[in-house]
């Protein structure tokens, strides 16, 4: 862990072209200082890995209406007619991917793994080109491990630590994501004193957070 | 429970889909018609209902002025949690999912086809939604039930064979619509009941897959509860 | 859930020949009344699927001393010189797993996956006779879920409704077992109203648990 | 910091290790020999030991009468938690080791060899205590180093091959004894240094193995600091 960054310190490790894992469902436990951040820089061909698109003012969404994302990879898009729009013209690529099997191919990034051996998608359009693995009479397809160079985590708490809280379904893929990637950036609600987050109610321990955004009040 | 009398298609869909729900069994409801569900469950069944996103123990729609941004449904809504409620994280979520833990999901769909394969993802050309969690839960559910109005602009949702790209190869156990509630067995699809009012030819005439009709066949008892 | 039950109750359930897994590391975090009435019971030829064999009379010591167990499935057993002796005299049949290895088949036996694709025991003996995959270059060992009959679960605090915390390092292995097991019979610390757990803190949600062990006192 | 003059073979070992253990990592220490590397450590590094049973942020071992059931290492031994200290489950935990979030582990070993591949994890028809986390952490961590006295019952524990079986085909990074620091590299084992008082012909009689010797071998500094 390092000293709390400004958001804009944070914003500038981040190069165009970056490969950047964002927590959040429907916008919901995402890093939303972060993702405004990011869009008014004028960041260009990011990859963003995200359980959603949002909606366009939600989520990642303002970074795909701002034009930095060249790439989506995620589970659904279909409340967001900004990414709808700039799939159709090319100007956006989208790789779909099964929710269940993101988050755990996102686990498997983090924590080793080969890849994941799992049920979902047998027999779809999701398992073209990929290996099925018959295990006892029963297949699996195998999902190779996602990683990113970057994870931008929304916390409830974080200490100077950088253990992380997080608070009801704003968890979601935050947990996850903070295993996955080269640079894990938290972006807490607050910060609090060491030893003030008990042991047992830590989510993501610190050591797996590489910089902490500063509260600007 | 809502007066049956006031009933549109989708009331009538969720009522029927309730009475499938057992006592003390973990529940996920899919958007649009599944969310209505559980506004028809008969009180302490004891019944956890799990969103994707992570919470076990979903409660009803708060009350304006008591909703907080850190919780909300798998359509990003603003819900409540149950006492005994839970928290996990996606992972976690879709490991009960895929896992065999989810007693019942119901999903909308956009097709089925008389095998049990239900299509609700992609519409190629048109419009793709994504499959959000739709292909983990069709394949890891205990028990899937397709909710979802009989046709879609006059042409018949339940079809001979889906053209549209299936979800799962998992076969539905239970398909739910307006008109009718079928189930696909091995050797085709079987009509076990119909809507309120509805006659079993009129169900025919508007079902694309072929329908196996064993005996009489009973209209939907929506008064009874599950 | 069902209601709290009876030590005697949770032993009656189990039938010889069973296979159980059981929590714990160096007996911290196992479920010690329960260990105490099975072997108390004279249960016959279970297979225990445990981290370590602990010591004689801590963790599944009591159990193996007693002769209730036929097969240990597990990681260590290097401060237990009964089972030693009885693995010697053929008694106990041991088959020994790579610790993380273990954990990891476990979550994969409980959360539907086909199996874990790990790169330890790649070139040792515990490679003997498995699939190695290549991925990407990367060589990894194809390992198969564990599950089992019952799993006996040593948790902190425990509501109605059956939802679980663990306390520090007794931790361990808790939250993994209680999701790969037909059977999961918690033996909880304290019992607490429903409601009294925040939804942020419960570790295993209750809908996972099956019984719990009532308290005498 | 202990006393060096009053140091014996197995704080030999552990000062030398202390002093390859960088600013703010996270480290795993194994049971024996490399337990008592912490002692060794100067304050303040904002080093995080972990434990394989879910502990990130192990303290010193608690006064008799402040020690809890709850809170132990991975040998069973009551411990402390440090400030910021969290709490894992066991998936988690080998997550970390598997995952390359583990700077560095110490381990204790049975045998070496010039190749670098350990063996600590049986003696077949002899001993079998098992692997425990051990094949994980040698596969897993970042940086391996071996914690061990140079022989048992006056046999090299320093071989050309490994007779036992191996704990990982991974070529571990430093080899740490009370004689000597070695390094397996592509073309064999380094002697790097020898232990205080220690000569290389002396190193060399009492090992097995073939040892690399460029130019002078320094003896061990034990009384600089990480």
Redesign the interface.
């Not at chain 2, 799990?50 to 123990?57: L, R, T």
């Not at chain 2, 006492?83 to 992972?91: E, F, K, L, N, V």
């Given at each position: 862990m390092h000293l709390a960054i400004s958001m804009e310190e944070a914003v500038d490790m981040i190069p165009d072209g970056a490969r950047v894992m964002l927590s959040g469902f429907m916008g919901v436990g995402t890093p939303d200082g972060l993702v405004r951040a990011l869009a008014a820089s004028g960041k260009k061909d990011l990859t963003v890995l995200v359980n959603d698109a949002a909606r366009p003012h939600t989520g990642v969404g303002p970074l795909v209406t701002a034009g930095c994302v060249r790439k989506f990879i995620g589970s659904h898009i279909g409340v967001n007619p900004v990414v709808q729009e700039k799939m159709r013209s090319g100007e956006l690529e989208v790789e779909l991917v099964p929710q269940g099997t993101f988050v755990e191919r996102i686990r498997a990034g983090g924590m080793g793994l080969g890849g994941i051996l799992t049920p979902t998608g047998i027999g779809t359009l999701i398992a073209e080109g990929k290996d099925v693995i018959e295990i006892d009479g029963k297949q699996f397809l195998l999902e190779k491990p996602l990683r990113a160079d970057f994870a931008l985590i929304a916390a409830r708490s974080c200490d100077y630590v950088g253990n992380l809280t997080y608070m009801l379904s704003a968890t979601n893929f935050n947990p996850i994501m903070a295993l996955s990637a080269d640079v894990v950036i938290a972006e807490p609600e607050e910060i609090v004193p060491v030893g003030v987050i008990p042991p047992d109610a830590v989510k993501t321990p610190g050591i797996l957070v590489d910089h902490v955004i500063k509260r600007t009040v | 429970m809502k007066d049956l009398v006031v009933m549109d298609p989708k009331e009538i869909i969720a009522r029927r889909v309730s009475l499938e729900i057992r006592p003390?069994t973990?529940v996920n409801l899919g958007i649009g018609i599944p969310t209505l569900v559980s506004d028809h469950l008969t009180e302490n069944l004891g019944v956890?209902f799990?969103?994707?996103?992570?919470?076990?123990?979903l409660g009803h729609r708060p009350a304006e002025g008591m909703t907080?941004?850190?919780?909300?449904?798998?359509?990003?809504t603003f819900?409540s949690?149950v006492?005994?409620?839970?928290?996990?994280?996606?992972?976690f979520?879709?490991?009960?999912?895929?896992?065999?833990?989810l007693d019942l999901t119901v999903l909308g769909g956009l097709q089925v086809d008389a095998q049990g394969h239900l299509a609700n993802?992609m519409i190629p050309g048109k419009?793709?939604?994504?499959?959000?969690?739709?292909?983990?839960l069709v394949?890891?559910a205990k028990k899937v039930i397709v909710a979802m109005l009989h046709s879609a602009g006059g042409v018949s949702k339940v079809v001979p064979e889906c053209t549209l790209?299936?979800?799962?190869?998992r076969r539905v156990d239970l398909i739910v619509t307006e008109l009718a509630v079928m189930a696909p067995l091995d050797d085709g699809l079987y009509l076990l009941e119909t809507g309120p009012g509805v006659s079993v030819d009129e169900v025919v005439a508007a079902t694309d897959a072929d329908l196996i009709i064993k005996g009489d066949v009973p209209q939907m008892d929506l008064s009874r509860t599950a």
């Open positions: - | 003390k973990l956890f799990q969103s994707e996103n992570g919470v076990v123990g907080d941004r850190h919780l909300t449904d798998a359509g990003g819900t949690a006492p005994g409620a839970s928290i996990i994280d996606s992972a979520s879709f490991g009960l999912i895929r896992g065999g833990h993802w419009f793709v939604p994504g499959m959000g969690g739709a292909m983990d394949t890891g790209p299936v979800t799962s190869q």
